[in-house]
Protein backbone atom coordinates (compact mmCIF):
# COMPACT_ATOMS: atom_id res chain seq x y z
CA UNK A 1 0.00 0.00 0.00
CA UNK A 2 1.25 3.66 -0.79
CA UNK A 3 0.33 6.26 0.91
CA UNK A 4 1.09 9.93 -0.20
CA UNK A 5 0.82 12.74 1.62
CA UNK A 6 0.70 16.54 -0.11
CA UNK A 7 1.48 20.05 1.27
CA UNK A 8 1.96 23.40 -0.13
CA UNK A 9 -2.28 24.28 -1.38
CA UNK A 10 -3.41 27.40 -0.60
CA UNK A 11 -4.97 30.86 -1.48
CA UNK A 12 -3.37 33.20 -4.29
CA UNK A 13 -3.90 36.09 -6.30
CA UNK A 14 -4.49 35.41 -10.23
CA UNK A 15 -1.02 35.62 -11.99
CA UNK A 16 0.61 34.35 -8.85
CA UNK A 17 2.41 31.00 -8.35
CA UNK A 18 2.50 27.95 -6.09
CA UNK A 19 4.19 24.61 -5.78
CA UNK A 20 2.34 21.84 -4.80
CA UNK A 21 4.19 18.56 -3.40
CA UNK A 22 3.64 14.93 -2.67
CA UNK A 23 5.68 12.63 -0.95
CA UNK A 24 5.04 8.79 -0.96
CA UNK A 25 5.87 5.99 2.23
CA UNK A 26 7.15 3.78 -0.44
CA UNK A 27 10.90 3.76 -1.36
CA UNK A 28 10.09 1.69 -4.53
CA UNK A 29 7.42 3.73 -5.72
CA UNK A 30 9.70 5.67 -7.67
CA UNK A 31 9.55 3.16 -9.99
CA UNK A 32 6.13 3.80 -10.73
CA UNK A 33 4.39 7.00 -12.81
CA UNK A 34 3.37 10.10 -10.44
CA UNK A 35 1.15 13.33 -10.97
CA UNK A 36 -1.61 15.49 -10.54
CA UNK A 37 -5.33 15.12 -11.13
CA UNK A 38 -7.68 18.45 -9.52
CA UNK A 39 -11.69 18.46 -9.11
CA UNK A 40 -13.26 21.96 -9.26
CA UNK A 41 -16.62 22.53 -7.54
CA UNK A 42 -19.59 21.01 -9.87
CA UNK A 43 -16.91 19.67 -12.46
CA UNK A 44 -15.50 16.21 -12.61
CA UNK A 45 -11.97 15.14 -11.64
CA UNK A 46 -9.53 16.14 -14.42
CA UNK A 47 -5.78 14.95 -15.43
CA UNK A 48 -3.71 17.72 -14.93
CA UNK A 49 -0.06 16.46 -15.10
CA UNK A 50 2.25 13.19 -14.93
CA UNK A 51 5.76 12.19 -15.53
CA UNK A 52 7.09 8.66 -15.25
CA UNK A 53 9.67 7.21 -13.03
CA UNK A 54 12.39 8.19 -15.39
CA UNK A 55 11.41 11.61 -15.99
CA UNK A 56 11.49 10.84 -19.40
CA UNK A 57 7.95 10.95 -20.45
CA UNK A 58 5.85 13.79 -19.51
CA UNK A 59 2.04 15.19 -20.32
CA UNK A 60 -0.11 17.76 -19.65
CA UNK A 61 -3.36 18.93 -20.49
CA UNK A 62 -3.73 21.54 -22.41
CA UNK A 63 -5.57 24.12 -20.05
CA UNK A 64 -1.95 24.31 -18.04
CA UNK A 65 0.61 23.63 -20.55
CA UNK A 66 3.11 26.52 -20.52
CA UNK A 67 2.06 27.27 -17.12
CA UNK A 68 2.55 24.37 -14.71
CA UNK A 69 5.51 21.91 -14.45
CA UNK A 70 5.63 18.42 -13.11
CA UNK A 71 9.37 17.42 -11.93
CA UNK A 72 10.06 14.21 -9.37
CA UNK A 73 13.29 13.95 -6.49
CA UNK A 74 13.07 9.85 -7.19
CA UNK A 75 15.62 10.45 -3.90
CA UNK A 76 12.77 11.76 -1.78
CA UNK A 77 9.93 9.64 -3.11
CA UNK A 78 8.13 13.14 -3.76
CA UNK A 79 6.56 14.50 -6.61
CA UNK A 80 5.99 18.38 -7.25
CA UNK A 81 3.51 20.90 -9.30
CA UNK A 82 4.79 24.20 -9.67
CA UNK A 83 2.29 26.44 -10.79
CA UNK A 84 2.64 29.37 -12.37
CA UNK A 85 0.60 32.34 -13.92
CA UNK A 86 -2.73 31.20 -11.95
CA UNK A 87 -5.87 31.96 -12.78
CA UNK A 88 -9.28 31.38 -11.45
CA UNK A 89 -10.46 28.74 -13.41
CA UNK A 90 -7.08 26.88 -11.30
CA UNK A 91 -9.64 26.97 -8.21
CA UNK A 92 -9.66 23.25 -7.88
CA UNK A 93 -9.11 20.50 -4.95
CA UNK A 94 -5.42 18.67 -6.53
CA UNK A 95 -5.23 15.70 -5.88
CA UNK A 96 -1.19 13.67 -6.12
CA UNK A 97 -1.45 10.23 -7.55
CA UNK A 98 0.48 7.28 -8.17
CA UNK A 99 0.14 4.76 -11.25
CA UNK A 100 2.21 1.48 -11.95
CA UNK A 101 1.30 2.94 -15.67
CA UNK A 102 1.79 6.14 -17.46
CA UNK A 103 -1.69 4.49 -19.68
CA UNK A 104 -3.71 4.42 -15.56
CA UNK A 105 -3.06 8.19 -15.85
CA UNK A 106 -4.44 9.15 -18.99
CA UNK A 107 -7.31 6.34 -18.28
CA UNK A 108 -8.41 8.13 -15.21
CA UNK A 109 -7.68 5.28 -13.20
CA UNK A 110 -4.03 5.88 -10.95
CA UNK A 111 -3.95 2.67 -8.18
CA UNK A 112 -3.30 5.53 -5.68
CA UNK A 113 -4.46 8.86 -4.36
CA UNK A 114 -3.36 11.52 -2.34
CA UNK A 115 -5.97 13.50 0.43
CA UNK A 116 -6.02 16.52 -2.00
CA UNK A 117 -5.05 19.95 -1.66
CA UNK A 118 -7.49 23.16 -1.95
CA UNK A 119 -5.78 25.61 -4.25
CA UNK A 120 -7.95 28.91 -4.46
CA UNK A 121 -7.18 31.41 -7.03
CA UNK A 122 -9.29 35.14 -6.52
CA UNK A 123 -9.49 37.17 -9.43
Known amino acids: QVQLVESGGGLVQAGGSLMLSCATS????????MGWFRQAPGKEREFVAL????????AYADSVKGRFTVSRDNAKNTVYLQMNSLKAEDTAVYYC????????????????WGQGSQVTVSS
Open 97 to 112: AVGFTTKSFRDGVPDY
Open 26 to 33: QATAHTYA
Open 51 to 58: INWGGDVI
